[in-house]
Structures are given as C-alpha cells and as structure tokens.
C-alpha cells in the first residue's frame, strides 16, 4: 500500500512512496534518468520541481561572447586572445568583431 499526503507532500516523498531508490532505471522518463546518471538524485529532483513541463534550451557556449570579449581585452597578445576565445567556446575572429562593434558603438556616443 502506497501512503501518501496529498495535501502536504513533495517530490522526494513521492520518490521514497513509489520505491524509485534503486529502480530508477525502470521508473524514470527517459530525460529524468539521463540527469539522474549525470547530477544524482537530489539535483534531477529540484530541476523537476522548478522546471517540469519546461522546455529547456542548453546553448552550445557556456559563456556569453561579451564576457569572454572582456577578459580577451584585457592583452593585446593576438595568440592569448586566441586562447581565451577558443577556452570560451568561440574564434578568436568573432571575439575581436565583438570587441571591434564595441570600439565603434564608443565612437559614435
């Protein structure tokens, strides 16, 4: 027999409730056991409970173009611009084209 509260209940007690420990595998959707092989089980909980029936879109950069721009400004070092950009995901070109529309966005205020 199940046993559980409706009225005060949460996702972990509906994990413990349906015996999921050690049958995630049979239990799970297929994108909830993915993230529970990859961050465990309390992290895959918590992104269900603020994200369900999302859709969630993961970018192929980590970081945002302008950030990396920022730490490539910080040499002149073509090559060390280039291992910052490749670092962050991007070409060393398009960082400097960023940087570059930010030196002409400057020059016409």
Known sequence: MININLDNTDEEDVYKAFGVDGNEAEALNDSYLELFELIGR??????FKYFRGDK????????????????????TDRRERAKIARAGGYTVKFIEGVLRKRRDEDETD
């Not at 969630?56 to 910080?74: F, N, S, T, V």
């Open 42 to 47: 309390d992290a895959m909980l918590k992104i």
């Open 56 to 75: 969630i879109d993961c970018p192929m950069k980590l970081y945002r173009p302008e950030y990396i721009a920022d730490l490539a400004k910080q040499t």
